[in-house]
């Protein structure tokens, strides 16, 4: 149900106000529109920038993902919950952040478990992480919609009952911050320092343990994926978790062999002074330094670079980026709905990674200092390990490789 307008194809808004009667979930748009569904996970209402992702699977660690906090996802695959959940699929790496996802959205109800390594039912982890849920949506036309609008504000909800308030739900959209400007890293990221030692996941024996010695790599957290940190213990790095509101002198008190600036939740131009001046000071001090994501922006940012908002952003487990050191196709795993401008980074920068699906800047490397950075999330989880060397190539210079 399209009507082209200039070149722009519309869709016609398929759902009516009065199919909420009844409903025990709905999704609310800032701009009024309303789509009923099936309450499910936690009841309650959550606002939040509305994305939707592509991936086939891993769906609880996307939704753990601490990047996710302040953002409902709506999935594209239809079946969510097959895997069920379980305790290594966790991505929140500190206590802190166990904030992500406010709310999910799906096509097919949520399907028991039908998987060796289900703990849980995706629908009892939803509701024990209280994310709210609404199932039964023509994820289509609404992702179909969020690609029109842009990532728009909404309002979530699942009332058990029945009795969704339209008019509430609209008001609480309309008041909610918008994402552009959100500092969201500070709420997620840990508090003290603490040694990691978990390495990559493998069958049959789940997690290794990373090494006893090896170059020591300090994570910046603003709420790092627990992925990164097991893929550099198991590249061989011993790993130290800090917070990312640590001063420069703190980090270089911990004679790191390198640095990761981390993944996080929010807007990078909101994320504050604090970041960018530890981020300079391990720069300007020659600490080798790797940017992934939100650490990726704030090191353009750093180097004096701009940031700005995507439309729909990227998010999905099958995108093609372009390495253009090696010349290889991989595709990868992403999140991100703000991107670094390319024709703001400084002469020193060199861009190494190219998106195919639009042409945005996905990773650059400074020629004067021991400085790279990815936008994409080479630690998978979930997605392909395509980027996986991206830690072996770190980890293995700090070692003298
Ligand atoms: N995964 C991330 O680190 C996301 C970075 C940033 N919050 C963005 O949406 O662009």
Redesign the pocket.
């Known amino acids: 149900m399209t009507e082209q307008a200039g070149n722009q194809v519309l869709t016609a808004n398929p759902w009516r106000d009065s199919d909420l009667d009844g409903a025990t979930g709905a999704i609310v748009l800032a701009d009024g529109t309303i789509i009923p569904g099936e309450g499910a996970g936690a009841s309650g209402i959550a606002t939040g920038e509305l994305c939707f992702n592509t991936a086939m699977t891993g769906h609880q660690e996307i939704l753990a ?1 601490p ?2 906090a302040g ?1 409902i996802v709506c999935f594209t695959f239809p079946h969510i919950g097959n895997v069920g959940a379980n305790a290594h699929d966790e991505e929140a790496a500190s206590g802190r952040a166990r904030k992500a996802a406010v709310g999910m959205v799906s096509r097919a109800p949520i399907t028991p478990p039908a998987n060796w390594r289900a703990e849980q039912s995706f629908a009892e982890w939803l509701a024990a992480r209280g994310v709210v849920a609404v199932t039964g949506v023509d994820t289509r036309a609404l992702t179909a919609r969020i690609r029109e609008l842009g990532m728009p504000i909404a309002a979530i909800a699942h009332d058990p009952g029945g009795k969704l308030d339209a008019e509430a739900l609209r008001k609480a959209a309309l008041e909610a911050p918008s ?1 552009e400007g959100a500092e ?2 500070r709420h997620v990221l840990t508090d003290a320092d603490s040694d990691w030692t978990e390495a990559d996941w493998a069958w049959p024996d789940g997690p290794g343990i990373g090494p006893a010695d090896g170059p020591l790599v300090v994570v910046l957290d ?2 790092v ?1 627990a992925n990164i940190l097991r893929r550099l213990a198991g590249a061989g790095a011993r790993v130290k978790l800090v917070p990312g509101t640590a001063s420069v002198e703190d980090v270089l008190s911990l004679s790191p062999a390198g640095i990761v600036v ?7 131009a909101a994320t504050g002074e604090y970041a960018l001046a530890t981020i300079r000071g391990v720069i300007d001090a020659g600490v080798p330094t790797l940017g ?6 704030m090191l353009a940012l750093a180097i004096g670079a701009k ?1 700005q908002k ?1 439309t729909h ?1 990227h998010h999905g487990a099958n995108h093609p980026v372009k390495n253009l050191l090696s010349g290889q196709v991989e595709i990868v795993s ?6 670094v401008d390319r024709d703001s980074l400084p002469d020193n920068a060199e861009e190494t990674h190219v998106s195919l699906f639009d042409g945005t800047n996905c990773g650059f490397r400074l020629t004067d200092k021991p400085v790279m950075s990815v ?1 994409h ?1 080479p630690e998978a989880s979930p997605g392909p390990q395509d980027s996986f060397a991206v830690f072996d190539q770190f980890v293995g210079r700090l070692a003298g490789h």
């Open positions: 993902d990047s996710y953002q994402m969201l890293a603003y709420g994926k981390s993944n996080g939740p929010g807007d990078p992934i994501c939100l650490g990726h922006q940031t995507m952003g992403m999140n991100h709905g703000f991107a936008q999330h």
